[in-house]
């Protein structure tokens, strides 16, 4: 044992730490409960009452002396790093510049879109994603007990009265013109929630746009036109618009607009299930009993309407192909879209 403690001691004078990690071991391996002194304290033990004392007595200088190190090396290192800061730093040189975020891909596309309607005269508006059932159904032409009502997979937050996860951005629209007196030209961007299944297709929460216009003679013509103009500014001058017949409780007629699929350049592919279309928005004539629970009179007034996803659009504009990563926060996703600040 002698011995042992022996070099034991020349190691602890030898030991010289650099760097707060190796200070770090030197106190784990000498000074902790775990460490080499105290696993030779409780060899002692079994030693006979001599023998204990003379290198008990031993030991005990060396361990102080391990703790004076220790403490030493402590104060060493702190003047050192200082100094090392002190003689390397270079005050003339320009600041490190900060790391620039990015902008979200669907925050991108959400102050795009907007930009195009304000061009020709809409308002963005606000409203909120905890709904009543009036404004995300009932005024919106969906009876109680519809079947119109499955079309969207709802999240409840308490019955009787019915409070909810808005379903879609429509429900802004009716605050709206509850509130305010044709002529209205207003869109609603926002998150909505739907009780699905996430996938790399679908998702419980996305982002909606929805279009609204009220006025005197307002026709079905003037809304082909007004999505047109959207789509080529967002898409391009030489995107294909398509109107295809639908069905939506709140718009009479209604369709559904297809453009030419931006993946294959509408020769047929996985993503527009060779079609060569890619269906994106929902549209038509507001129904005259919306027009009505909303007290404008629909024998004065027509309007239209119109609803998109942004997360599709976005997918389509830069190639994405699941859907999940909007929302996962991934950097190495998010920092992709630096070009676009
Ligand atoms: N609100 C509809 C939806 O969520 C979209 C839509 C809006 C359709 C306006 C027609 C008119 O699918």
Redesign the pocket.
Known sequence: MLEELALLEQEIEKYHPTTTQELEDFRLKFISKKGIIADLFNKLAQLSSDEKRTLGNRLNIIKQRAQEKYKAEVIQLQTTTKKSIATTEDYTLPSPTDTLGTIHPISFLKTKIVEIFNKIGFNMVDGPEIEDDWHNFGALNFPANHPARDM?DTFFISQNPDILLR????SVQIRIAESQKPPIRSISIGR?YRNETISARSHCMFH?V??FYVNKNVSFAELKQVLSYFMSSLFGQNVKVRLRPSY?P??EP?AEIDIDCRMCAGQGCNICKYTGWLEI????MIDPNVLENCHIDPTVYTGY????GLERVAMLLYQINDLRLFTENDIRFLKQFKAYT
Do not use: I, N
């Not at 928005?281 to 038509?284: F, I, K, P, Q, S």
């Open positions: 969207l379903t879609h951005t429509s909505v909606q929805d279009g939506f709140f718009t209604s928005m929902g549209a038509g309407a119109f609803g998109m």
